[in-house]
């Protein structure tokens, strides 16, 4: 079933980030070209394990770029000029200002999503970079990590495939204000840092601000990542009741009367104690039996995908989640259904121009006018998601100018309400939420108790006005409400139903609940992530917002699908199978060449030296984040380093001596950076050509020159809380001036009157008998 309908995109990308948007059009229905020069892209060659690829192309690739077509060219080209005339989008990752300008006044009306490290504007926007050090600059890095030991990256270049998600979903939004609307000639300017800081920093700055305390320290989840008799297994208690139950199974609810165990932030103090209290349990059972007891009393609970193990889950094989790839590997298929369909197979990926001159698109008659800004503009969405995943693809599309109505409860608010930075003795302490406020800015929002048939008719007659549909619980919960697709299809015909189990709506995991962090441990991510000496590790929570683009991927692709039938669909978008594209390599490179990827601390496979050094004096927890990818790298690092005689011994002369003599390296990097400014040591590095960063704090992550030119963070005022700061959207639209949030997150119920009377039509009487009876209110019950 192909969903997007003559859709043609010309892909200017290399790499990861931007080949994952277009894998994903094209996943999609989109008829993608892909503009190659010289030998190709330069990922063609690339093996995480150092596979020998002979004359092939690697697998990544392979997957990355199947089903697309490529010709030889460059922008100014002839053929490259006709594609583009022929082209409904254009996603480019190094195109020169020129020659993009050329490109904008020569083709006025066609859409373009450029795809970069740093946004194409602002100071930094030249700065060399690796994903290691984006994810040291965001944020992310300097929150994770063992107390007396360095932080640590979060692996397999998580922050590329999380800005090829924004990238995807960007691209859907302008191509449904192309169809809907008749809007054209946007440019939306995603930054890569700007995506790693909004889904892998946890709002730190916003907490810390909400709080009005400094910052914490780096932290690892407890429990998390445990020794079971056979190897490894992982939980989440992302809740208080999913803490105790925790206790239950593991025997100790005594702990309920120790505050320094109960409380997650004391906790982190008494780890070791905490982890010997839980693996004297945990060890002595196989994972299999600890997952069937912890899915029985509804604790998030996953076996530690390796490897081997991840495509040969249960689950995922019950669901047919991984396909043969044509070039003799498995992966992942694409990761949403649309009316139980998770569209065909994979195609092979295009040898380096192999359509060149091929490639038949007539020129596009653009009519139309130029894009508002706002491409959803007149889509309403009804919004039952909680936490962070559900609530961030919302938000998105309400940033693109969705109406988007966030339903609740006073019953079961959104649980995200109450990881506040207030104690319940203050009153309205469940605003106080940081990834509650994060998430949800740009929406309104009421309550209705879904239990009560009162409440059940109050949203039918919502989604009578409405385009879509979206919910995040487990899959009983919504059947259990009588809300059933066929009972949305019956009485809401036009309305697209959106859902995002942990798990997907069938299968042996279908009713187990999950989270970011259990995703992180079934894919390989959690895997992939840590030191070699220690547990895996979970990335504490960009599964959520990875899953979030991936459902505006779904929904919007769906959408083209409905108005081409007339009626609404059934899109499924499973949390875990997000995460599973994003971990791909794990699975993928195994597959292909028997190749074991292992985490590795804060080396990687594409730059050695990579490291984190520590900077400042021996009480300082200031770090340098180095990845040396090329020889260029080296020598201006040697350069910066005074060229001292170690530097210049022949052994680190390539590459590959240099990923021999690592230790060594090591060694005389942590000599030179004692003592001196983690800051002006990156700066000097980077001045030099050579990817550097400090490793920011998470609660400083909004703070560079960079964000600050490009506002990227933006101030709302909200009743309740005041001004407050957070990050905005991962890009900048060319026609938009001014934040992309219209309103700050709502509070309890605060829309109530206002949506039931202007949307569905109820006049006062009525909602006042509503609120009599407790269907809607302001305030969460038994507070």
């Not at 048939?453 to 009588?482: C, H, K, T, W």
């Amino acid at each position: 079933m192909s969903l997007l309908r003559d859709f043609r995109v010309l892909d200017l990308t290399s790499g990861i980030a931007g080949p994952y948007a277009t894998k994903l059009l094209a996943d999609a229905g989109a008829d993608v070209v892909k503009v190659e020069s010289g030998s190709g892209d330069g990922y063609r060659r690339w093996s995480a394990s150092g596979a020998d690829l002979g004359s092939q192309d690697g697998a990544m690739f392979r997957f990355l770029n199947a089903g697309k077509r490529s010709v030889r060219g460059g922008i100014e080209d002839p053929e490259v000029r006709g594609l583009l005339a022929g082209a409904d989008l254009l996603v480019e990752s190094g195109t020169g200002d020129a020659a993009l300008a050329g490109v904008r006044a020569g083709f006025p009306m066609l859409d373009i999503v450029s795809v970069t490290p740093y946004g194409r504007s602002g100071p930094w926007a030249g700065r060399p970079w690796t994903e290691f050090t984006l994810q040291a600059l965001a944020g992310s890095t300097g929150g994770r990590g063992y107390p007396g030991r360095p932080p640590v990256h979060a692996g397999g270049r998580l922050g590329e495939w999380i800005g090829g998600g924004y990238a995807a979903a960007a691209a859907l939004a302008l191509r449904t204000g192309a169809r809907r609307r008749g809007r054209g000639g946007e440019h939306i300017d995603l930054s890569l840092l700007e995506c790693m800081c909004v889904a892998m920093s946890l709002y730190a700055p916003l907490t810390v601000s909400l709080a009005g305390t400094g910052p914490s320290g780096r932290t690892v989840e407890i429990p998390s990542v445990e020794r079971s008799a056979d190897g490894w297994v992982g939980f989440c208690t992302i809740t208080g009741q999913m803490f105790q139950d925790f206790l239950a199974m593991i025997d100790r609810l005594d702990l309920l009367d120790d505050p320094g165990i109960v409380d997650p932030k004391p906790r982190q103090g008494r780890f070791a104690e905490f982890q010997k209290i839980i693996e004297d349990w945990t060890g002595t059972l196989p994972a299999a039996a600890i997952e069937e007891i912890a899915s029985a009393l509804r604790i998030p609970v996953s076996p530690i995908g390796t490897p081997a193990t991840v495509p040969a889950n249960e689950h995922f094989s019950a669901r047919g989640v991984f396909v043969a790839n044509p070039h003799g590997f498995v992966q992942p298929r694409r990761p949403y259904l649309v009316d139980g369909d998770a569209g065909p197979g994979p195609l092979p990926a295009p040898g380096v121009g192999e359509h060149t001159g091929r490639v038949d698109w007539e020129p596009r008659v653009r009519e139309g006018t130029r894009s508002d800004g706002a491409p959803l503009e007149g889509l309403r969405v009804v919004d039952l998601t909680g936490f962070w995943a559900g609530p961030s693809a919302t938000q998105l599309l309400a940033a693109f100018g969705a109406d988007v109505i966030k339903v609740e409860s006073t019953v079961r608010p959104d649980g995200m309400r109450f990881t506040s930075t207030r104690p319940p003795s203050v009153d309205g302490w469940w605003e106080w939420g940081a990834v509650f406020q994060g998430a949800n800015a740009g929406k309104r929002g009421i309550t209705l108790d879904l239990a009560r048939a009162e409440g059940r008719d109050v949203l039918f007659e919502l989604l009578a006005q409405a385009d879509v549909l979206i919910e995040n619980y487990s899959p009983r919960v919504l059947d259990n409400f009588g809300i059933t697709w066929e009972s949305v299809r019956e009485r809401c015909p036009r309305v697209t139903l959106v859902r995002m189990p942990a798990f997907g709506l069938d299968g042996p995991w279908r009713d187990r609940t999950g989270f970011a962090q259990t995703m992180e441990q079934a894919s390989g991510l959690a895997w992939m992530t840590g030191h070699p000496d220690a547990p895996p590790m979970v990335l504490k929570g960009p599964c959520d917002p990875l899953a979030g683009t991936h459902a505006v991927v779904a929904t919007l692709a769906a959408l083209e699908r409905a108005d081409t039938l007339g009626h609404g669909v059934l899109v499924e978008v499973p949390m875990v199978e997000s995460a599973l594209n994003v971990a791909a390599e794990v699975v993928i490179e195994h597959s292909a060449y028997g190749a074991e990827l292992v985490r590795a601390g804060n080396r990687g496979p594409v730059a050695a030296p990579q490291n984190l050094y520590r900077c400042g004096g021996p009480d300082d927890d200031e770090w340098l984040a180095l990845a040396v990818v090329t020889d260029e790298h080296w020598a201006a690092l040697r350069t910066v380093l005074g060229d001292p005689a170690w530097a210049r011994s022949p052994d680190f002369s390539s590459r590959e001596g240099r990923r021999r003599g690592h230790d060594r390296i090591d060694q005389h990097l942590d000599a030179y950076c004692a003592g001196r400014d983690a800051a002006e040591l990156a700066e000097a590095l980077a001045a030099a050509g050579v990817p550097a960063a400090r490793v920011v704090p998470p609660a400083d992550a909004l703070d560079n020159p960079q964000f600050a030119d490009r506002s990227f963070a933006e101030t709302v005022d909200h009743p309740v809380l005041g001004e407050h700061r957070m990050p905005g959207v991962p890009f900048r639209a060319a026609s938009r001036e001014g934040p992309w949030f219209a309103r700050p997150a709502p509070t309890l119920g605060q829309h109530n009157d206002e949506v039931l009377r202007e949307v569905a039509g109820i006049g006062p009487e009525r909602i006042a008998a509503l609120r009599r009876l407790g269907v809607i209110g302001e305030r969460p019950d038994n507070l």
